[in-house]
Structure formats: structure tokens, C-alpha cells
């Protein structure tokens, strides 16, 4: 019994040996001496480890409870090295981030001026060098949507109305963007919603110009739900104003329209309209990533309390296992050898004798498989052909196709009795009939193309050529009178052919 549970106990206390992680202290120095040596791949890895390490859920738990966290120096010791790294992989962006969370980690204790670190002066470069990127960048887009704003207001006043619709749909759109939208939903600020309002009121106008008042009448859905994150019309001091209050009028008159400065004491108060779809989408989605940042913190802290405790075990399994590691694992060693060795040499005899067996026994059923597969296989296609044959000689369209190659090809008595074999088919279609009739007609037999004619019945509308083979078929066989009854329906909704022209005049002058 003790030889048996040897092998398990072993392969568990490997199992425990091996489970180990590095600690943070270590992974702190690995990543410091990666930067060091130019492996700035390694040192980001190992930096960010140590670094969530010593900022866990349970030490900031821990902080919250007692007002203190020991490992805020290592924290921002991590985080330096991050920002250089990152730095000398020319990812500004990731370094610039690693400020942010230094200044982030400074406001819990200024710990910064006490280490002796000369990363420094690289990472104020790095966080300088991406403001002044941002505030470059933010100062742009002002100044592009304002152009826009004016060049559409300019576009309008002289009379170009798809340009300004170009600008101030743009504009518009910049104004209240999903980050603002976003920012308001945080804040309760939006500071360009007057200019937002602006744009659309201008927009009305330029589509009014233009004929659109659908689009115009969108605008003033748009400027309702505006007016909706914070009364801002009445505001405005435009001079176009009283236009696009009679705009309004005339496109949306169900819509209330609010009120400018200039009408506020006589207009009624607009019933209050619901909040702007934008902002409600904005507000939703701001709640979903709350609720998932809270989920992925409560996971992240179930995490850290089963490291916490796996490490207590790894601790506790070590501390027993070392006494006894040597001898267990050349008890292990021996046993293993023993019964590989046992094991292998039965593998051996029953691989040969399955090997023998299975063999005989495949090849057997392979060629009663492959003899019975042959006749299926056969037998499916002769089938299969004889089907397709049968398919082929009975559908309507095979046969019309055959008798119009055997009549192109000068062979007219063989594509006539093609054609009168599908019209004495049963049930076939009205439009086989009336393809029939046609190749009869062309093939000169005017008898059965006039007997197919009269299977057809009444004659619809668009089917006039039929009615005027019918005419010419009933000429051929002699009834005239018929024929220029026939004839007469027809000639009014047909092409005034040669042929037509031809069988008109002998079919006119024909005496009963």
C-alpha cells in the first residue's frame, strides 16, 4: 500500500514545487534591469506585473481600512521604469498614462521626492510632450468647427445652399460629438450647445431654400431635442430668427417650435420635451461600463483573495513536503522506472498480437467495404442517369428547345412532330401551348398551329402575335372571313411588320 501511494504523493508534491509565481520585489528588479540592458519588451511586462502587484484590490482594501500602503514607493518605483520603457519604445501615449497614474498615486502620499530615481526628468518630458499634443490637437478641432460654423452661416447668406448644408451638417455633428455627449453626461456641461443650436437653425433655413422640408422639419426635431439638455434658443441673437420661426410654422406645424428673445413675451411656454435620444444612449452606455468596471473589481478582488489563499497553501505544503522531498522522489524515481519498464514491455506483446488481429481483420472488411460500395456506387448511377433521362424528355422546355434545333437546322418534320408530341401531352402549360403554336406557325403548319391556337382559348392582353398567327393560320386553311376578324383585333397592338404588312393585304382582299 505504501508503494502504491508513493507515485500520487510525488507527482502532488511536483505539482506544488512548480506552482510558484515570482514575488513583486523580484519582478520590480527583473523589469529595472531589463530597461537596463535594452530589453524594453521584458521590462514593460515585468514592470506591469510588479506594479498591479503592489497596488492590488487587497493592499488599496487594506489602505482604505488602515491609512496605509507600504508599497507606494514600489508602486511608483514600477511605474517610472513603465514610463521609460515605454518611452524607449516610442510609445508616447503608453508613457504619458504612466504619469497620469504616478500623479494618480502622489495624491494617496507624495512619495515621489523621496526616491532617488533618475527617471525623472525623461517622464516629465514624456507627460509635457503629450499635453502639449492634446492641447495642440483640442485647439484645432475649435478652431476647424467654428470655421465650419461660419463658412455654412456665409454659404447661406449668399445664396449657396448645398455647401452651407456641407458645413453645417459637419459642424453640427463636432458640437455635440459622443465625447462631448459623453463629458455632459459626466458633468452636466455642455458648453457648445448654443453653437450645436446655431448650426441647425441654419441647417432649417439652407434645406428650406432648397425645397427639402423634410429635412428641414428633421432639424426642427433636433433643435426640440436640444433644448431638452438645457434651454439655449431663447439665448441666441441671430438675425435670421423670425425666418426660421416662419420655417418651423410651415414645415413642422405640429412640432412646437421654442420661443427667441424677441417673441419670449408673447410666445406660450413649449410643452417639455423628453431628454435627447443622444444623451439617454450616452447615459446608458455610461451605466453599462460602470456596472462592468464594478464586476471586473469584484473579480479582481475574488482573484487576489484565492492567490492569497493558494499562496498560504503553497506555503503550508512546502513547509511539510521538505523534509521528506529527497526520499520521495527517488521512491518515486524507482517505482516509475519499475513500472515503465512493466508497463512497456505488455505494451509491446499486446500492440503486436492487436497489431496482427486488427490488420487481418481491416483488410477483410475493406474488401467486402470496397466490393459492396463498387455495386451501390453502379447501381446509383445507372439510376441517376435513367432519371435524368426521363426528366429531360418530359420537361416542357427541353423538348420546345430540341424541336427549335431540329427546325434551324432544316430538319422541319422532325420538329414538327416534336411540337404536336408536347401539345397532346397532358396537362401541359398554357405557355407550352403558346410556345407550340409559335413554332408551328414558323415551321409553315398552319393546320396544327391553328389547332393549338384554339387550345389556348381567349387571348390575353400582350398576346396580340398570337392573335395574328391565328389570323394568318385560319388565311392558310382557308377561313377568310375568320381571319379578318382575327386579324382587325390584332393589327391595332403589333409592330407593322413586312410579314404583317404582307398577310394584311392578302387577307383584306380576300372576298368570303
Known amino acids: ?8 504523493l510525488a507527482i502532488l508534491s511536483l505539482v506544488f514545487l512548480t506552482a510558484q509565481s515570482p514575488a513583486p520585489d ?15 519588451a521584458d521590462a514593460v511586462k515585468d514592470l506591469s506585473a510588479a506594479a498591479d502587484a503592489f497596488l492590488s484590490p487587497a493592499k488599496v482594501h ?31 501615449a503608453d508613457a504619458a498614462e ?37 492641447v495642440a490637437a483640442a485647439r484645432a478641432i475649435a478652431e476647424q468647427e467654428d470655421d465650419l460654423l461660419q463658412r455654412g452661416r456665409d454659404s447661406y447668406r449668399s445664396g449657396h ?28 456641461q455642455l458648453p457648445s450647445l448654443d453653437k450645436f443650436e446655431t448650426a441647425i437653425i441654419y441647417l432649417a433655413l439652407s434645406y428650406s431654400k432648397m425645397g427639402k422640408d423634410a429635412d428641414a ?41 421654442p420661443t427667441s428673445v424677441a417673441t419670449a413675451v408673447t410666445a406660450p411656454t413649449p410643452a417639455p420635451q423628453p431628454a435627447a435620444p443622444a444623451a439617454i444612449a450616452a447615459a446608458q452606455r455610461e451605466a453599462d ?22 499562496a498560504a497553501i503553497q506555503k503550508a505544503a512546502d513547509e511539510k513536503i521538505a523534509a521528506e522531498r529527497e526520499a520521495i522522489r527517488k521512491e518515486a524515481d524507482r517505482v516509475i522506472a519499475e513500472a515503465r519498464a512493466a508497463a512497456e514491455r505488455e505494451m509491446q506483446e499486446k500492440i503486436a498480437a492487436e497489431r496482427a488481429a486488427m490488420q487481418k481483420t481491416i483488410e477483410e472488411r475493406i474488401a467486402s467495404e470496397r466490393a459492396a460500395l463498387e455495386r451501390e456506387t453502379q447501381e446509383r448511377i445507372a439510376a441517376d442517369r435513367l432519371a435524368a433521362q426521363r426528366q429531360f424528355e418530359s420537361n416542357p422546355f427541353t423538348v420546345l ?67 395574328f398567327y391565328k389570323a394568318v393560320a385560319l388565311y392558310e386553311t382557308g377561313s377568310y372571313s375568320e381571319a379578318k376578324k382575327e386579324l382587325a383585333c390584332a393589327l391595332p397592338y403589333i409592330q407593322m411588320t413586312d410579314d404583317v404588312s404582307r398577310y394584311r393585304v392578302k387577307i383584306e382582299q380576300t372576298t368570303p
Open 1 to 8: 500500500m505504501r508503494r502504491r501511494l508513493a507515485v500520487p
Open 26 to 40: 523580484d519582478l520590480l528588479q527583473r523589469g529595472r534591469d531589463s530597461y537596463r540592458s535594452g530589453h524594453y
Open 161 to 188: 445652399y448645398a455647401d452651407a448644408v456641407k458645413d453645417l451638417s459637419a459642424a453640427a455633428d463636432a458640437f455635440l460629438s459622443p465625447a462631448k455627449v459623453h463629458a455632459y453626461v459626466t458633468t452636466g
Open 401 to 467: 428547345r430540341r424541336a427549335e434545333a431540329l427546325a434551324s437546322s432544316g430538319q422541319v418534320d422532325e420538329a414538327n412532330t416534336t411540337y404536336l408530341r408536347l401539345l397532346n401531352a397532358p396537362d401541359v402549360s398554357r405557355d407550352a401551348v403558346a410556345a407550340v403554336a409559335t413554332g408551328l406557325y414558323r415551321t409553315g403548319d398552319y393546320r396544327n398551329a391553328l389547332r393549338a391556337l384554339q387550345k389556348i382559348g381567349t387571348f390575353l392582353r400582350g398576346e396580340e402575335d398570337l392573335r
Open 98 to 134: 504612466q504619469i497620469r497614474r504616478l500623479n494618480a498615486a502622489e495624491a494617496i502620499a507624495p512619495t515621489f521626492s523621496k526616491l532617488a530615481q533618475p527617471a525623472a526628468p525623461a517622464a516629465i518630458a514624456a507627460a509635457q510632450r503629450e499635453a502639449d499634443q492634446r
Open 62 to 92: 487594506a489602505y482604505v481600512t488602515t491609512g496605509q500602503l507600504p508599497s507606494l514607493d514600489k508602486f511608483e518605483t514600477a511605474i517610472i521604469y513603465l514610463a521609460l520603457s515605454y518611452s524607449k519604445m516610442g510609445k508616447d
Open 289 to 310: 461600463q460602470r456596472v462592468a468596471a464594478a464586476r471586473t473589481t469584484a473579480e479582481q478582488e475574488a482573484e487576489q483573495r484565492i492567490a492569497t489563499e493558494r
Open 217 to 257: 422639419a428633421e432639424q426642427i426635431r433636433r433643435l426640440n431635442a436640444a433644448e431638452a439638455i438645457a434651454p439655449t434658443f431663447s439665448k441666441l441673437a441671430l438675425a435670421d430668427i423670425a425666418d426660421f420661426q416662419a420655417v418651423a410654422k410651415r414645415v413642422a406645424p405640429g412640432t412646437p417650435v
